[in-house]
């Protein structure tokens, strides 16, 4: 069975600094993740996957993630935060066996002037 | 290219009433997932359907059911509605099952507030 952890559930930054929301997975194959952004009254958008292939992910609005198996993590990242990166981020495993995908808790992003 | 549209927004209904709520797929895809959010459970996966099939469920009971039409458009219902049925419920498509490999593209939503 697959599962994701999001290590903190709220997370704050000023503006102009580096992101860090962490994510943890556990999967029995091959993990396909996924970061998606959850705006106040808005359905989830996704941000950047990863499937196979080069490790380091990039994403819309300047976000990028890493996947590392070793520690089985994929943690989303982001230079500089705006004000508009204030929102909801989750990250997601796919199963391909049970045909959806299990998302983590969620992370909420607080971006302070 | 139109996005996915859920329809309605939002909904008031009473303890014991049933509701069904519409979701149009992007153009093109074939598959339709269904997601219930709340504050205490977060994301949980209802169903999926793929080209008109019920390819996988949750763990919901059995008064939560959906279909798909031959256009791929969607439609869950819930019957006999509790309140802890409250909650935002999202439809996301995918040209592949699942969205395994190229992730979703959710709605809005639907807000169900049940009292």
């Known amino acids: 069975a697959q599962s994701v952890t999001q290590l903190g559930s709220h997370v704050s930054v000023s503006e102009g600094a580096l992101v860090l929301l962490r994510c943890n997975y556990s999967?029995?194959?091959?993990?396909?993740l996924f970061w998606y952004v959850q705006y106040p009254n808005q359905g989830l958008q996704l941000l950047l996957k990863y499937t196979t292939g080069a490790t380091l992910v990039k994403g819309i609005n300047g976000f990028e993630a890493e996947f590392k198996k070793s520690e089985t993590s994929f943690h989303l990242t982001k230079p500089s935060a705006h004000m508009s990166d204030a929102a909801e981020y989750f990250c997601?495993?796919?199963?391909?066996?049970?045909?959806?995908?299990?998302f983590g808790d969620g992370t909420t992003l607080t971006v302070k002037p | 290219k139109a996005g996915v549209t859920q329809t309605p927004r939002y909904l008031i209904k009473t303890r014991g009433q049933q509701v069904t709520l519409s979701c149009s797929p992007i153009s093109g895809h074939r598959s339709v997932s269904w997601y219930q959010q709340t504050p205490g459970q977060g994301l949980q996966f209802l169903f999926e359907y793929f080209s008109e099939t019920q390819r996988n469920k949750g763990n919901f009971p059995g008064r939560f059911s959906g279909r798909q039409f031959s256009n791929s458009r969607s439609e869950m219902n819930v019957s006999t509605l509790e309140l802890g049925d409250s909650a935002l419920y999202l439809c996301?498509?995918?040209?592949?099952?699942?969205?395994?490999?190229?992730?979703?593209?959710f709605g809005s939503g639907t807000r169900l507030t049940v009292v």
């Open positions: 997601a495993v796919s199963d391909p066996n049970a045909g959806k995908s299990t």
């Open positions: 999967s029995s194959v091959p993990p396909y």
């Open positions: 996301a498509s995918s040209p592949d099952p699942g969205g395994h490999r190229w992730g979703y593209t």
